[in-house]
């Protein structure tokens, strides 16, 4: 019998008590990581561990909600029994209260390598992992020194919420507005509904928190819904984010932070992955990159246990196995939880220590950031030192960001001629290829010179943006930008102090002012008049006054020129009279057939009368010349009748003539008549307010209305020229309103604000901005279709300017002819003087005495008989012959009168006399 119990005693001794086998217990709720990286730790360890042998023993943790525990239970029971010295796990949170509980009876050391925020001071409890208020401490400085100012969170589910409410806490404490959003209520999968919700909100920083096995997922409907645009900032708290393929959001230009406590860079990672990962043929290389923290802490555990297990001897490791239901416990079990809690080991998540409650809450991370070469470092985080940032991420933002090359671009614009249209084409385009236009060619330009891709949207209801009055957010393109719904916006796009405010724009690429477009005014009917229309009335009057002032010339000059005396009778050699064709009738009439150009039969003969005759008709030849040209010119103008002329008259005139007047509903035109305080725009405004039917939602509208109707519309002078070359019966009127400019729209504070107004400068200086306007105003779609059919020129009255060198010509030819009359005259006198005798002073006398007898157009011819002694027997004579004159008065024939009182024809001969008389009875006969 003795022996029998000896012989059982040694084989149970072999067999089942294997003083150098460390049972080591694990639960792992199945993650295939940590059961690999359990088992692996355990067979490196056992390398080290002279003679003792650590012995993995994994069971499965019930999964079943309410019999989890129980099962769990059960299965730690059986761990128990065998023998075990430490247990990892459980994994699930529901298991864990109840292992842990267990492990505290029995006095095993309990090891957790995963987050548990709810863990709770218990003797048995080591947990690797860093401890979760340190974490929020972490989050915090590293929120901090990304200086952001409202953010929103987006947690995966109550765990990751409890574990940032000290995170809230703090930032809030700091003036930071935190937002909370839950990923994924209902566990669907879907987070685009929330995610959509957050971008709609206008935040643009985000902290993730969610677990690894969700986060891809995160971050591609993320990407799906445009939370992934360079206007993004991401905090990704899970240790493990850089252990996940990146790539597809490595280009997206989001500013994606990350931590990570485990560095897959350095050596010792990489020698431990490598030999981890060996057999695993999906994890070919960089291996170090797949190693999870969870895996890195359960081998780092692993290595500390093995290190306390050298230090303790075999015997106190003899642990036996314990029953459950026994009270019994190991005895040496705290010893070893307090040897590994007061030792450190630099492991694979760096140095190891834990604080008496047996957290990790001294540890070190490392800060990234998710760029296009890779995941840099930036900074590390350390619990003691904290946040240390090696490279400022804001100045790599900007040096990155600002550089325009290989960036995509979302371009918004609006169907808008001719900025943006579509292509007339019978081929099926796709993309940007759909587009034409002003717009879509200076994109193009700019895309060319700064390198950067684009991709246009388009704005179907064509609102370039306003500002709600009482929600203050922004509509149409501007609202776009801010949403990032897009990155860049062209269009007829002006730049308003407001619009200034919400966005940025680069320099002007055209400039433009507010006009009035409506249709061009009708043509006059004829007036009665219009004969006179080619001179001005001064001009008229002094035409008239020529005509007088030359026909009394004439006159005079008629009856001082000496040729101008002829002799009635070129028979009768020595005539005694001299008749005169310038009467004042003749003068008049003469002008007069000059004037009109028909000519009469009196014929100048004196040097002076034909002078003076001579600038008439040239003054006449000008005159008519020009007043038949300027004629041509009224007859082939359309005498417009103009409603209005400017914003003043159109107002003024508006009831009157029933104008209606608006602009586009919400563009730049009415907000500047909102905004301007001069009473007229005012009162326009208020007009506006009240006539919406007068406001179209588009250019195009406008325009139609102007066209059709008695429609005056504002309009900004680019797109009025462009209409006016395409709708010939539309004209602009009045001058320009303001003076501004269109500009391509981006987000505030873009960095590439900068660059995009150089560029566009550098078009504006080569010509080409000028080339594009011709291109699309001009020659494309119509353009310059008004020009062809010749603007007339407005024919004006001439006024006396126009013709004020022909009148000085005939007020000097006049002079001239006055100046001649007089030498002829003073040489006529001097030969009768010398030829009768009478003295030059006498000769004179009697002479100018016949040429101021207005009244006769008859002088007698001076004779010697003339002299003052021929004058005295001639005087006698004349008083016997007396009576016979009387009857004789006015022989004169044509209508020459001779004068009756004193007249000189009293000294003539009888028979003169008497053959006068009977030409003139003929002359009257005829008559
Ligand atoms: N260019 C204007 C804007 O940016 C639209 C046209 C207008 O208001 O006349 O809103």
Not at 199 to 218: A, M, N, W
Not at 308 to 317: G, P, T, V
Not at 360 to 376: A, N, Q, T, V
Not at 461 to 487: P, Y
């Amino acid at each position: 019998m003795f022996y029998r119990k000896l012989l059982f005693l040694l084989v149970y001794i072999v067999c089942v008590v294997r003083p150098n086998d460390i049972n080591i217990g694990g639960m792992f709720g199945g993650n295939e990581d940590n059961e690999k990286a359990f088992t692996y730790a355990i067979e490196q360890a056992n390398r080290n561990l002279e003679g003792k042998n650590m012995k993995a023993l994994i069971e499965k943790e019930s999964f079943e909600n309410a019999q989890g525990p129980f099962n769990s239970m059960m299965k730690m029971c059986q761990l128990l029994n065998e023998g075990i010295v430490a247990m990892f796990g459980p994994k699930l949170q529901e298991n864990i209260d109840i292992i842990q509980a267990m492990c505290d009876e029995k006095e095993i050391p309990h090891i957790l390598t995963w987050k548990n925020y709810r863990s709770i001071r218990t003797g048995s409890i080591l947990n690797f992992y860093p401890h979760p208020p340190m974490l929020s401490k972490a989050y915090t400085d590293i929120i901090l020194s990304l200086e952001w100012k409202t953010f929103t969170i987006l947690y995966e589910d109550d765990e990751s919420f409890l574990s940032l409410i000290e995170v809230i806490r703090e930032l809030e404490a700091n003036n930071i507005i935190v937002n909370v959003r839950q990923l994924d209520k209902y566990q669907t999968g879907n987070y685009r509904p929330i995610l959509k919700e957050v971008k709609s909100s206008g935040q643009t920083y985000f902290l993730i928190d969610c677990r690894i096995e969700h986060l891809p997922e995160v971050l591609l409907q993320m990407q799906q819904v445009g939370l992934m645009t360079g206007d993004y900032k991401l905090f990704i708290t899970n240790l493990d984010t850089h252990t996940e393929d990146l790539t597809p959001f490595q280009y997206s230009e989001t500013n994606i932070t990350g931590i990570r406590i485990v560095n897959p860079d350095s050596e010792y990672v990489q020698k431990i992955s490598s030999e981890m990962y060996a057999e695993d043929k999906s994890i070919m290389f960089m291996q170090s990159w797949k190693l999870k923290t969870e895996s890195a802490l359960i081998i780092d555990a692993v290595n500390m246990l093995s290190k306390a297990f050298m230090e303790i001897n075999e015997e106190s490791l003899a642990i036996g196995n314990i029953q459950c239901n026994s009270t019994e416990s190991w005895a040496f079990g705290y010893s070893l939880i307090n040897l590994v809690k007061t030792s450190t080991y630099n492991g694979l998540t760096g140095l190891i220590n834990f604080n008496h409650e047996g957290f990790r809450s001294d540890f070190s991370l490392e800060i990234y950031e998710l760029k296009e070469g890779g995941i840099p470092m930036i900074g590390t985080w350390n619990a003691s030192s904290g946040i240390n940032i090696t490279r400022q991420g804001k100045i790599v933002d900007e040096d990155n960001l600002s550089s325009l090359h290989n960036r995509t671009f979302i371009v918004i614009t609006a169907l808008t001629d001719p900025y943006g249209m579509l292509k007339e084409t019978h081929e099926v385009l796709v993309g940007n290829d759909r587009f034409e236009g002003y717009g879509i060619e200076l994109i193009h330009q700019l895309s060319l010179m700064e390198g950067f891709n684009y991709t246009f949207i388009i704005r179907e209801d064509k609102k370039n943006g306003k500002q709600d009055e009482l929600t203050g957010k922004w509509s149409g393109m501007i609202g776009d930008l801010i949403e990032h719904r897009a990155d860049l916006a062209i269009t007829d796009l002006t730049i308003t102090s407001d619009r200034a405010e919400a966005v940025d724009f680069t320099t002007p690429f055209m400039n433009l002012g507010i006009s009035i477009l409506f249709r061009k005014p009708g043509k006059a009917p004829p007036s009665f008049f219009s004969f006179a229309d080619p001179f001005a009335i001064e001009t008229w009057a002094a035409l008239a006054m020529a005509y007088f002032v030359v026909s009394i010339s004439l006159y005079a000059m008629g009856r001082l020129s000496v040729d101008e005396w002829t002799n009635p009778y070129p028979c009768i050699e020595e005539p005694e009279y001299l008749i005169n064709q310038w009467s004042f009738a003749n003068s008049f009439w003469f002008a007069t057939g000059g004037l009109m150009q028909q000519g009469s039969e009196i014929a100048p003969i004196g040097l002076s009368t034909r002078m003076t005759a001579g600038v008439w008709w040239f003054f006449i030849l000008i005159m008519v010349s020009s007043y038949t040209a300027n004629l041509a010119a009224f007859l082939a103008t359309e005498n417009p009748i103009n409603l209005f002329t400017d914003v003043a008259s159109l107002v003024e005139n508006a009831e009157k003539f029933k104008i209606r007047y608006g602009s586009k509903s919400g563009g730049a035109t009415e907000i500047f008549f909102r905004e301007s305080t001069n009473p007229l725009y005012k009162k326009i405004y208020q007009h506006m307010k009240e006539h919406s039917e007068d406001m179209p939602l588009e250019n195009n509208y406008g325009v139609d209305l102007a066209e059709k109707e008695q429609y005056a519309f504002f309009m900004e002078s680019t797109s009025i020229n462009y209409v006016t070359q395409r709708h010939c019966d539309l004209q602009m009127y009045g001058n320009l309103l303001d003076d501004k400019g269109y500009g391509i729209a981006m987000r505030k504070n873009s960095p590439y604000r900068q660059q995009l107004s150089t560029a566009i400068l550098k078009l504006q200086a080569s010509g080409e901005l000028d080339n594009l306007r011709r291109k699309w105003w001009e020659e494309r779609r119509g353009g310059g279709q008004c020009e062809s059919e010749g603007e007339s020129a407005d024919a004006t009255p001439l006024g006396l300017q126009n013709v004020e060198g022909v009148f000085y010509v005939t007020i000097y030819g006049a002079i001239c002819a006055v100046f001649i009359v007089m030498i002829e005259h003073l040489i006529y006198v001097i030969k009768v003087s010398r030829k009768t005798k009478i003295s030059f002073k006498e000769t004179f006398k009697l002479e100018l005495k016949s040429y101021l007898n207005f009244e006769s157009n008859v002088k007698p011819v001076l004779s010697r008989e003339d002299s003052k002694e021929g004058s005295k027997s001639k005087s006698e004579e004349e008083g016997k012959s007396e009576k016979s004159t009387k009857s004789e008065k006015n022989p004169v024939p044509y209508g020459f009168n001779i004068p009756s009182k004193e007249s000189p024809t009293k000294s003539n001969s009888n028979s003169t006399s008497k053959l006068f008389k009977s030409k003139n009875e003929n002359s009257s006969h005829s008559s």
